[in-house]
């Protein structure tokens, strides 16, 4: 699998947090390679299972979430403009005069307006999303017409490769762990597994872990590996809790995890020589392992992070090679791994 052009094929579909299914349709056609009865359940999951086919074989839950930041049309504003809600955490710092797009029953253009520094009584104000509009070029009259309260807006911006392997696009939170899982499927020699794997592509979890809730309660698992993001090096951040990008998968720590599925999978790293780095959490996770973990009876749970530079921006920022590193380790885990 080209793990570039699989991460480009999912960054450029749309999903904002409960409108995800252009996006879920991409992953599920990957997905259905490996488990060919996959499928979008009612709370808008891709959800696939691959039968190890050993008898009374444990089930390893893989979930990465398909939903993306964005926001909502809230109403149409007496001059056209619109005005909008967020879905998820945007960085509200970088939003004003950004061109997006409209999602309806087309797509429409448009611009989220701002003042000009002439006339602006305190331009280094960071803008709360409430005081967003987003300039379509409309009358009020022509607005009614084409958007509807609910649709979703999300900021253009385009998949670009920069230098030494590594991209730039919105939604890399968590298409890239998306495309983790669908790389670790392609890496495992599926008559070496000692798990039956379910895999979950899980929608909304940027607006309170929705999609996961109903997915573990019906899948059931023993264990789970959750593979999301986190903090990347920046010049201005602390080295103490980000890794650096290329440094390979960050193997969660955490109160909320499982410590021995955190030591099984770090022998295993050191085993296999995946790179990775050591990510502490102290309480929760901010992932959806929180969820997973208190489904049903309890499930053992641990957190696979991939480093991204410029969370919740149109342009975060993934080296390939950890995102390889992540399959690596999913797939050397899950007991399929060729070379394990």
């Not at 960054?11 to 992953?27: K, P």
């Given at each position: 699998?080209?793990?570039?052009?699989?991460?480009?094929?999912?960054?450029?579909?749309?999903?904002?947090?409960?409108?995800?299914?252009?996006?879920?349709?991409?992953?599920?056609?990957?997905?259905?390679?490996?488990?060919?009865?996959?499928?979008?359940?009612?709370?808008?999951?891709?959800?696939?299972?691959?039968?190890?086919?050993?008898?009374?074989?444990?089930?390893?839950?893989?979930?990465?979430?398909?939903?993306?930041?964005?926001?909502?049309?809230?109403?149409?504003?007496?001059?056209?403009?619109?005005?909008?809600?967020?879905?998820?955490?945007?960085?509200?710092?970088?939003?004003?005069?950004q061109?997006?797009?409209?999602?309806?029953?087309?797509?429409?253009?448009?611009?989220?307006?701002?003042?000009?520094?002439h006339?602006?009584?305190?331009?280094?104000?960071?803008?709360?999303?409430?005081?967003?509009?987003?300039?379509i070029?409309?009358?009020?009259?022509?607005?009614?017409k084409?958007?509807?309260?609910?649709?979703r807006?999300?900021v253009?911006?385009?998949?670009?490769?920069?230098?030494?392997?590594?991209?730039?696009?919105?939604?890399?939170?968590?298409?890239?762990?998306?495309c983790a899982?669908?790389?670790?499927?392609?890496?495992?020699?599926?008559?070496?597994l000692?798990?039956?794997?379910?895999?979950?592509?899980?929608?909304?979890?940027?607006?309170?872990?929705?999609?996961?809730?109903?997915?573990?309660?019906?899948?059931?698992?023993?264990?789970?590996?959750?593979?999301?993001?986190?903090?990347g090096?920046?010049?201005?951040?602390?080295?103490?809790?980000?890794?650096?990008?290329?440094?390979g998968?960050?193997?969660?720590?955490?109160?909320?995890?499982?410590?021995?599925m955190?030591?099984?999978?770090?022998?295993?790293?050191?085993?296999?020589?995946?790179?990775f780095?050591?990510?502490?959490?102290?309480?929760?996770?901010?992932?959806?392992?929180?969820?997973?973990?208190?489904?049903?009876?309890?499930?053992?749970?641990?957190?696979?992070?991939?480093?991204?530079?410029?969370?919740h921006?149109?342009?975060?920022t993934?080296?390939?090679c950890?995102?390889?590193?992540?399959?690596r380790?999913?797939?050397?885990?899950?007991?399929?791994?060729?070379?394990?």
């Amino acid at each position: 699998m080209d793990i570039l052009e699989t991460l480009k094929g999912l960054t450029d579909a749309t999903g904002v947090s409960g409108l995800e299914r252009n996006a879920a349709e991409i992953a599920l056609s990957g997905l259905k390679k490996y488990a060919p009865d996959a499928h979008i359940d009612h709370s808008g999951n891709v959800v696939g299972v691959i039968r190890c086919g050993v008898p009374g074989a444990k089930t390893l839950m893989l979930d990465a979430h398909i939903d993306q930041i964005g926001f909502i049309v809230t109403c149409i504003n007496s001059d056209g403009s619109l005005k909008i809600g967020s879905c998820g955490g945007p960085d509200m710092k970088i939003m004003l005069a950004q061109s997006v797009t409209v999602h309806g029953n087309e797509e429409i253009r448009g611009v989220i307006s701002t003042l000009p520094p002439h006339v602006s009584s305190d331009h280094t104000k960071v803008a709360e999303v409430g005081e967003l509009s987003v300039d379509i070029g409309m009358s009020k009259e022509q607005a009614e017409k084409a958007v509807l309260p609910g649709d979703r807006v999300t900021v253009n911006s385009a998949f670009r490769t920069l230098s030494d392997g590594t991209v730039s696009a919105p939604s890399i939170d968590d298409r890239s762990g998306v495309c983790a899982i669908l790389a670790a499927l392609e890496m495992m020699d599926m008559s070496r597994l000692k798990y039956d794997i379910a895999v979950c592509f899980s929608a909304q979890e940027e607006t309170g872990e929705r999609g996961v809730k109903p997915a573990a309660f019906s899948i059931q698992p023993d264990e789970a590996l959750v593979v999301d993001v986190s903090f990347g090096r920046t010049p201005d951040s602390n080295e103490y809790d980000t890794a650096l990008l290329g440094s390979g998968v960050m193997i969660g720590v955490s109160a909320a995890l499982d410590r021995g599925m955190t030591n099984v999978l770090r022998e295993t790293a050191e085993r296999c020589g995946i790179p990775f780095t050591i990510e502490v959490m102290p309480s929760s996770t901010g992932t959806n392992a929180d969820s997973i973990a208190v489904s049903g009876k309890g499930v053992k749970c641990c957190t696979l992070s991939i480093p991204i530079r410029y969370m919740h921006t149109p342009v975060e920022t993934v080296k390939l090679c950890d995102i390889d590193s992540t399959a690596r380790l999913i797939a050397a885990y899950a007991g399929g791994d060729t070379n394990d």
